[in-house]
């Protein structure tokens, strides 16, 4: 395992079981069991698009159910992209993003801050939103995570196996100025090194570069008839905070290149044949036009003659007489 566990005797004892999949638990410890696991994640449904191209990916259910026992009301429904899939095009409408994430029960929102390129693609920026984990004075629209503390922290404990645990990004950036002040040193929050954000192709919704930055947190407290916590001040205290980025590899830039360029160039051709077939059906009625006028020129002149013919032979029939 990547992390360090305790030994939890009371759970020894009576072994604990996880709420959704049944997962024996001998120890306590976050991320405790899941390296080349699945079952963490619990069991997702997501839209296909066969209904609604535009839902494609987007989460129906979570373990069979459309909200979760974690929060309520609104921020209780399951929703947003189960892992980054978005249907292709849907961000030429819009201006933020969501991704269901399982490990905190809830969406994280991201907004459009701009455009860009890498190796040559360009690609639409969205951040993780300022408010994401703001508490409802801050954010009313948040009141219902009932989030109660300084702003910039989530309370995840009720989300699994009730952990304490608490969400925020690295170092507190963004968060309420109260807990840098809780260390002398050591806190530096710096957006460049601890947003989140999501690069995206926005014709086929591809993700180009991601960059996911959370840090993980526990309460600290005194705890009555404790003799080693009894002088333990309250403290949100940063456990660890990781850094996952993937970035498109230079190689796979001419393909995704080539896939974009794919749609002008079919709208292109398409437009092509439409226009030569457009240029020959007016060619041919053109053509068909000449003949007929033609025809029509013909059989006048014809009939001249023939009236000629017949006035003048009539004349000739009178003077012999």
Known sequence: EDYEDYEDYRKQEDVLQTDDN?????????????????WADGDLSTHSGKSDFSLLGQIDT??????????????????????????????????EL???????????????????????IQVEQFKLS????????????????????????????QCKM??????SRPHFYL????????FQYGIQPDVAKHDSQLWIEPLSSIPVKVQIRLQLNILLDKIDGI???????QLMFPVLWFDSEAVLPESMASPLNMLVVLQFLIQACGAC???????????????????????WEMEKARNITRLNKLKYGGERSQSLF
Not at 98 to 120: A, E, K, M, Q, W
Request: aromatic fraction near 14%.
């Open 273 to 295: 044949c439409a226009s030569m077939g457009g240029v020959m059906f007016l060619g041919v009625a053109l053509s068909g036009a000449r003949r007929g006028r033609k025809m």
């Open 227 to 233: 003799e080693m916590f009894r002088n333990v001040p």
């Open 98 to 120: 969501r991704i269901f994430s399982t490990d905190i029960c809830r969406p994280l929102t991201f907004s459009n801050y701009g455009s860009t390129s890498v190796h040559g």
């Open 22 to 38: 049944d997962v024996p638990m001998d120890k306590f410890g976050w991320f405790y069991k899941r390296n080349g696991t699945s």
């Open 130 to 157: 300022s408010d994401a984990f703001s508490n409802s004075t801050a954010c009313a629209a948040n009141s219902c995570y009932n989030n109660n503390l300084p702003t910039g922290v989530q309370n995840v404990t």
């Open 175 to 182: 968060a309420d100025s109260f807990y840098q002040q809780q």
């Open 162 to 167: 009730k952990s304490p645990i608490f969400v």
């Open 62 to 95: 979570w373990n069979y159910r459309k909200t979760t026992d974690a929060y309520t009301g609104e921020c209780g429904k399951v929703q947003g992209s189960a892992d980054g899939l978005f249907a292709p095009g849907v961000f030429g409408r819009k201006k």
